[in-house]
């Protein structure tokens, strides 16, 4: 029981590993739209 358990451990890493590098770019997303955040706002002030 616990050789099939980490059978299935196993290919569960290796759909978490593509997931982070996912993950990689979508951070690098999320500061872009943190710089065009304040753009936004010095719109909106002035």
């Given at each position: 029981?616990?050789?099939?358990?980490?059978?299935?451990?196993?290919?569960?890493?290796?759909?978490?590993?593509?997931?982070?590098?996912?993950?990689?770019?979508?951070?690098?997303?999320?500061?872009?739209?943190?710089?065009?955040a304040?753009?936004?706002?010095?719109?909106?002030?002035?």
């Amino acid at each position: 029981m616990a050789a099939t358990l980490f059978k299935h451990q196993a290919p569960s890493t290796k759909h978490q590993a593509p997931s982070t590098k996912h993950q990689a770019p979508s951070s690098k997303h999320q500061r872009n739209s943190k710089h065009q955040a304040p753009k936004e706002a010095r719109r909106f002030a002035g």
